[in-house]
């Protein structure tokens, strides 16, 4: 099979899921007891019956829940989430207005993950059985144990209480693409990416391990070439593949981890504004921020898929 | 290493062992072939399980987990309608006493101190009962979701597999949407839509997070359906029923027992961040996550202008060992029964 069939092959693949994904998102949403028009019903005991109905047709939610969820898709494939319900603002412009905070973090703590598990567990794999090998896996599974939001607490009375290295604080926002940002970015950024670097570590000393043993280092050991090239440059290359196979798994694991790490760090992204919606049961927030994160971790999937696909391609033909 | 030992004791391969009757009288001395009394199932189960106890960090998993369970169970006495089951009282006060209303000398915000190893909690209560208290919640809720998440997967994904065709394509594009949000999220809008407490918890990681089992067993049912002894079986007239209850399940269980193993740990810290954010028990309530909450607010500066440091490590640590220590089972479990090939074992990480 052709990568582009491959490819097109996915894509097709990811339709139904995609449905399937918009129909959990608006059931689970609509399930909840209570919608947000009982609640301003709630504050202001002076609305009559009819104005109460006035008010559930201005938001689309007196039909059937067929008719709701086919109006809600119409509008969400038009880039219409509708709004806030409490301040009448636009979902789709709060949402992209966080959005770029929150990429932030995710890049930051991807980044941080590979710059830490790479090298550790090259190293980690080259010493197998070694006592730099049983430090650095102690490390590595700590790092999968540890609750990130506890994590956040301890760099927070560690760095800012303790050694006084950041205010605890950031004192005014700046705009994100502030160089001086990079500084408030770094601990919620390390919160963030420590499970995942304790992850790729993990895998990538089994599978360099794993690849050692295999003929094809042999053969390029026997013909004379240096140890160092051939960890770094035939080894490593086939064990990156199953980090790739890994890389899907871990974006999903950064987006609900940004969920704690935003409110550990009072970091205004999408995932403080979604336990805000949660908390305010804001439905058109939830569903949206829902919806996005969905959507987006399909995405993942689905260029990991590709990637694969491309580093590996006996996958192209199963 | 692998390949000798695949091809010595690989499930369901004919075996053959080298020698030539006509030529050779005495087998015993040229191999060291023994008789294997045990069916192979079993046998599988008793060499995973000496693997198991000969590696030490398992071992000191399972120790530490059993003192955990036992210091949560014994925290303080149970009572069942009325009937006393449990008298014994390790920690010194009940949970949600506050000390500083029977005694004076106590304050809100004391430091670790002899009476109080772990200090007081920010609202007068003795953090050390709390912390031991907790762990009934954080224990009980991911063992029972993790038993129930993993039987409805088990049974999901063999039907998926086993069946195949169009029912599998159907079951599996729901796993496959599933998939798509991270169990957090989906947690969080089920507690947001039932609201906090302990069954609620319980609802929200079980709802979907049967998932994973079912996408593991599925495709190791996939690789024992091709196997010899199933088709064996199935030429012999055994009937569906049978021949999923006695040879697929039985060998489709060492990477589920993986992913359930590696899973507890996951679901605590899961169980534990909704508490942080507000979403799990109600707000008083002694888990390690609530606790975590009510300190955050003050963490920067408690009373006095000391910072309350004992409240957020100690029920913070509750949480990272007992985690450490299921992971450290789950690598032990993953290693003894050689599970490592389905990639059950990859990717568990914190929330």
């Known amino acids: ?318 | 290493m692998t390949d000798t030992r695949n091809i010595s004791h690989g499930r369901g391969r004919i075996q053959i062992t080298g020698f030539d009757p006509e030529r050779v009288t005495e087998r015993e001395p040229l191999s060291d072939w023994t008789e294997d009394t045990q069916t192979g199932t079993q046998s599988r189960w008793r060499r995973g399980f000496k693997r198991f106890i000969r590696n030490r960090s398992a071992v000191l998993g399972v120790v530490i987990v059993v003192v955990m369970s036992l210091l949560a169970i014994f925290s303080r006495p149970i009572e069942v309608a009325g009937v006393m089951v449990q008298p014994f009282a390790i920690a010194p006060y009940d949970p949600t006493t506050i000390l500083y209303l029977e005694d004076p000398a106590v304050s809100v915000y004391d430091p670790p101190s002899w009476d109080h190893p772990m200090g007081i909690d920010g609202r007068g209560r003795d953090l050390f009962s709390r912390v031991l208290f907790g762990g009934r919640y954080s224990l009980s809720i991911g063992f029972v979701v993790v038993s129930l998440t993993a039987s409805v997967g088990l049974v999901y994904g063999g039907i998926s597999g086993y069946y195949g065709g169009w029912v599998d394509e159907i079951m599996m594009r729901i796993v496959d949407t599933i998939y798509a949000f991270p169990g957090l999220i989906l947690a969080l809008i089920i507690v947001a839509i039932l609201g906090g407490g302990y069954w609620q918890l319980v609802l929200a990681f079980s709802l979907f997070g049967w998932n994973g089992y079912a996408r593991v067993v599925r495709g190791e049912v996939l690789k024992i359906k091709q196997n010899e002894y199933v088709l064996a079986a199935k030429a012999l007239g055994a009937r569906d029923r049978s021949v999923i209850f006695r040879h697929i399940i039985p060998n489709a269980m060492p990477p589920l027992l993986v992913l359930a193993s590696l899973s507890i740990g996951t679901v605590v810290i899961g169980v534990a961040a909704l508490g942080f954010l507000g979403l799990g028990m109600d707000s008083g309530t002694a888990e390690w996550g609530t606790m975590l909450d009510a300190t955050r607010e003050t963490l920067i500066q408690g009373p006095e202008g000391q910072i309350p440091w004992w409240a957020t490590i100690y029920p913070g640590m509750a949480i990272f060992i007992f985690v450490m220590s299921m992971n450290m089972i789950g690598d032990g479990v993953n290693d003894a029964l050689d599970a490592q090939e389905t990639g059950a074992g990859e990717g568990a990480g914190g929330v």
């Open chain 1, 1 to 318: 099979m052709s990568l582009r069939r491959f490819i097109l092959k996915r894509i097709l693949a990811i339709i139904p899921i995609l449905f399937g994904v918009s129909v959990i998102t608006f059931a689970l949403v609509h399930l909840t007891p209570g919608d947000p028009i009982d609640q301003v019903v709630g504050l202001n005991p002076d609305i009559t019956a009819s104005e109460e109905a006035q008010l559930r047709a201005r938001y689309g939610l007196d039909g059937p829940v067929w008719q709701q969820y086919l109006t809600w898709i119409e509008n969400v494939l038009r880039g219409d989430f509708g709004t806030v319900i409490s301040n009448g603002r636009s979902v789709s412009a709060v949402v992209l207005a966080r959005l770029p905070e929150t990429i932030a973090l995710g890049l930051f703590g991807w980044a941080f993950a590979l710059i830490i598990a790479i090298p550790t567990g090259i190293y980690a794999a080259v010493n197998k059985d070694q006592f730099g090998d049983t430090v650095s896996r102690f490390i590595a599974l700590s790092g999968i144990s540890i609750p990130n939001f506890w994590l956040g607490l301890i760099l927070i009375l560690v760095m800012a209480l303790w050694l006084d290295l950041w205010p605890v604080l950031a004192p005014n926002r700046l705009p994100l693409y502030h160089p001086d940002m990079l500084w408030f970015l770094i601990l919620p950024g390390v919160t963030i990416g420590t499970a995942a670097a304790a992850s790729i570590m993990r895998v990538m000393r089994t599978s360099m391990a794993e690849e050692m043993n295999k003929e094809y280092v042999t053969a390029a050991r026997a013909k004379g070439l240096p140890e160092r090239q051939v960890v770094l440059k035939h080894v490593l290359r086939n064990s990156l593949i199953s980090v790739v196979t890994l890389a899907a798994t871990l974006t999903a694991g950064i987006v609900s981890g940004s969920v704690v790490v935003e409110v550990v760090f009072n970091w205004p992204g999408l995932g403080r504004e979604f336990i805000d919606a949660i908390n305010g049961r804001e439905i058109n927030m939830i569903m949206a921020i829902t919806l996005f994160t969905g959507v987006f971790i399909i995405l993942a999937n689905l260029v990991a898929d590709i990637l694969y696909a491309v580093l590996d391609p006996r996958i192209r033909y199963d």
